[in-house]
C-alpha cells in the first residue's frame, strides 16, 4: 500500500518471511498508510515484562540484496539504536549477559539499494528551487524512481524462549517525506528508525502501532537523538545517535556513513595465554 503514488511516486517492499522467528502462527495483517506488516502480540505478559534486553540486529548477506558488509551494517545497527531508544521509554534496557523478561531480535530480510544518481539529481533540484524561489515554501519531491525499500521481521520472547510480540515488516521510501541520500543505503538507513519505532510501540502497548494519533516524542529522549548520553547504559553498545550533525547530513543528502560512526566496537580478544571460558568456547 502506498497512498502517496499519487503524488509522488514510491518503493515497494516485499513482505517476507524469513525464517528467524520461532513462529508465524495466528500473525495478523496490519498495515499503515505506507506500510505493510503482519503482528502477533500477548499483550497480557508485555504489559507484565519489566525488563528488556536488545539483541543486536542480524543483515545476512543476499545475492539479491545490493548492499555491501559495512552498509547493512549501519542499517543493522540502526535498527538496533532505534529500539534501544525507543523501549527504554517502558522498560528498563539491561546488557547482553544480563537476565530480562524479554529478549528482542530483528533481522533484516530484505532491502532495495536507493539510486545515488536518482537521489543526486533529486538533491540538485531541490537546492536549484531553494536559490531560485527562496520565498517560495514548497518542498520539491524526489524524482519518483531509485527509491530504497527496507524488510524486517523481529520477536521478543520470554526467559523460557516463548514468543511474546511478533511482526513481519516492510516498507518503501516514498517522494514525499523520504530526503534523498546519495548513498546505496540511504532509505534503507533512514526506514531501519521506522521499524524500530513500530515494533517497539507493539512490545510496549501491546497493540498494534498503526492507526490512532502519534504521540510526541518524551523530552528525555530529544537529548539522546541529539547525541547525548542514553537513558541505559546497555544502549552504549550500538553507539549515539549522529545528532545535529547527523540531521545536517541528512539535509545536504549525505551517505549516513559520514556522520554516523555506528556500533561501538567488539571488545578484543583476550590475550593468547588466557584460557577461554566455557561459555566462549560454546558460542
Not at 558488509?69 to 545497527?77: C, G, I, P, S
Not at 519518483?144 to 518503501?172: C, I, N, T, Y
Not at 501491546?206 to 490512532?212: K, L, M, T, V
Amino acid at each position: 500500500m502506498c497512498v502517496t503514488l499519487a503524488l509522488g511516486g514510491c518503493a515497494t517492499a516485499p513482505l517476507e518471511r524469513g525464517g528467524s522467528l520461532r513462529s508465524y502462527d495466528r500473525m495478523s495483517d496490519a498495515n499503515g498508510l505506507v506500510t505493510r506488516s503482519q503482528i502477533r502480540v500477548s499483550k497480557k505478559d508485555v504489559l507484565a515484562a519489566k525488563t528488556i534486553r536488545i539483541a543486536s540486529t542480524v543483515f545476512p548477506a543476499r545475492t539479491d540484496v545490493a548492499l555491501n558488509e559495512k552498509e547493512r551494517r549501519l542499517v543493522a545497527n540502526a535498527i538496533s539504536r532505534e529500539l534501544c531508544l525507543s523501549l527504554s521509554e517502558r522498560f528498563r534496557i539491561v546488557a547482553a549477559d544480563e537476565d530480562a523478561d524479554l529478549t528482542v531480535q530483528a533481522t533484516v530480510t530484505h532491502a532495495a539499494p536507493t539510486s545515488p544518481t536518482a537521489s543526486g539529481a533529486s538533491k540538485a533540484l531541490s537546492i536549484a528551487k531553494t536559490v531560485a524561489l527562496p520565498a517560495v515554501p514548497v518542498p520539491v519531491p524526489r524524482l519518483p524512481v531509485g527509491l530504497g525499500s527496507l524488510s524486517v521481521e523481529a520477536e521478543a520472547h520470554d526467559f523460557a524462549g516463548f514468543q511474546k510480540a511478533a511482526m513481519v515488516w516492510a516498507r518503501g521510501a516514498n517522494s514525499i517525506t523520504n530526503s534523498p541520500r546519495v548513498a546505496n543505503e540511504g532509505d534503507a538507513y533512514d526506514l531501519a528508525a521506522d521499524f524500530g519505532a513500530d515494533f517497539a510501540k507493539l512490545v510496549s502497548t501491546g497493540e498494534s502501532p498503526f492507526g490512532g494519533v502519534p504521540a510526541l516524542p518524551p523530552i528525555d529522549s530529544i537529548s539522546v537523538r541529539l547525541g547525548g548520553a542514553p537513558k541505559y547504559v546497555a544502549c552504549e553498545a550500538f553507539g549515539r545517535f549522529p545528532g545535529l550533525t547527523g540531521l545536517a547530513g541528512q539535509g545536504l543528502g549525505l551517505p549516513p556513513g559520514w556522520t554516523d560512526s555506528g556500533a561501538k566496537d567488539s571488545p578484543a580478544p583476550p590475550p593468547a595465554h588466557e584460557v577461554p571460558s566455557e561459555q566462549t568456547l560454546t558460542q
